[in-house]
């Protein structure tokens, strides 16, 4: 232990960790893996940042609250999936492709290559 809490060097093993007020840190290339297998990942290279799911089964992302959103920039839009509507996808923060309940809409041009 030390005057502000507890150092490891190593690994350890638990039952369980509650962290109410702190951050748990990791370093670069360290990863926070679940599952016996390992199955998820979650981790930083130093450069990218990762969410990897690397067992069997789906990947699933659920949401109680109003909406799904992936954003970039921490603010702008790139998909939004709406509790009990539809799906919509932005370029540049402006909504392009969105589901709806007759089918798809589309705002501007639509190219369409047939391979």
């Known amino acids: 232990t030390t005057s502000t809490g507890v150092s ?3 690994g350890w093993v638990t039952d369980g960790v509650s962290v109410a007020t702190a951050n ?11 599952g016996n297998g390992n199955d998820l990942q979650i981790y930083h290279d ?12 789906d990947l699933l992302i ?3 609250g109003a909406n799904l959103k992936l ?11 709406a509790t009990n509507a539809g799906v919509s996808l932005y370029y ?8 709806v309940t007759a089918g798809a809409k589309v705002t501007g041009d639509l190219e369409v290559q047939l391979l």
């Open 8 to 10: 490891v060097t190593g």
């Open 24 to 34: 748990v840190e990791f370093t670069d290339n360290s990863k926070a893996m679940f």
């Open 92 to 99: 540049d923060n402006s909504k392009k492709f969105e589901t």
């Open 46 to 57: 130093g450069y990218n940042s990762y969410i990897s799911d690397v067992g069997a089964g």
């Open 71 to 81: 954003r970039t920039n921490s603010t702008e839009n790139a998909v939004v999936c």
């Open 62 to 64: 659920n949401s109680d």
